[in-house]
């Protein structure tokens, strides 16, 4: 094959030879631009914003990490105030909001809750604060209701 193809290239001009030769080089220089030189160029830029991104949450993390690490250690609200644990979920639900459709005790430090009609962003920031409270969530079901609210399914123990 190769053979063939020499005796293809020395029955040609020069002039054919040097205009054979210009194509073959430019094609070469086409394939090894856009095969090779800038895929690789792209995935590294792609790699380097990804990097960034990294790096910026992480410090993001660090920064949330280090404020929680730096604040002062309270008392739970629910803690000072004694009480059913019942009655105090019932009384932080309502206070940011919210309508506590079922609430079932399950022994002293133990409660099954159902809200409903809830926006997620609230729901979410509330469950977070619930931590703030003395209460930790054991489980959680978050189901999505036709109007985009949330209905809540909990379990939550007192700390």
């Avoid at 063939?4 to 090894?32: K, P």
């Avoid at 856009?34 to 920064?63: K, M, N, Q, S």
């Avoid at 019942?86 to 459709?101: H, I, K, R, Y």
């Avoid at 079932?104 to 509330?126: D, K, N, S, T, Y």
């Amino acid at each position: 094959m190769i053979g063939r193809l020499a005796r293809w290239r020395r029955a040609l001009t020069a002039r054919e030879r040097f205009l054979v030769d210009l194509a073959a080089a430019i094609t070469a220089a086409v394939v090894l631009v856009y095969g090779v030189v800038l895929p690789l160029g792209a995935a590294f830029d792609a790699a380097a914003r990804r990097h960034t991104e990294v790096v910026r949450r992480t410090a993001a993390i660090e920064a949330v990490v280090r404020a929680l690490d730096a604040a002062p250690r309270r008392t739970p609200a629910l803690r000072r105030a004694g009480g059913p644990l019942d009655q105090a979920l019932s009384a932080s639900a309502q206070a940011a909001g919210f309508v506590v459709t079922a609430i079932e005790p399950r022994g002293p430090a133990l409660v099954h809750a159902v809200i409903g009609g809830a926006r997620a962003g609230a729901a979410f920031a509330w469950l977070e604060r619930l931590d703030g409270e003395g209460l930790v969530i054991e489980s959680l079901r978050a189901s999505p209701a036709p109007d985009g609210a949330l209905s809540l399914d909990m379990v939550v123990r007192a700390r």
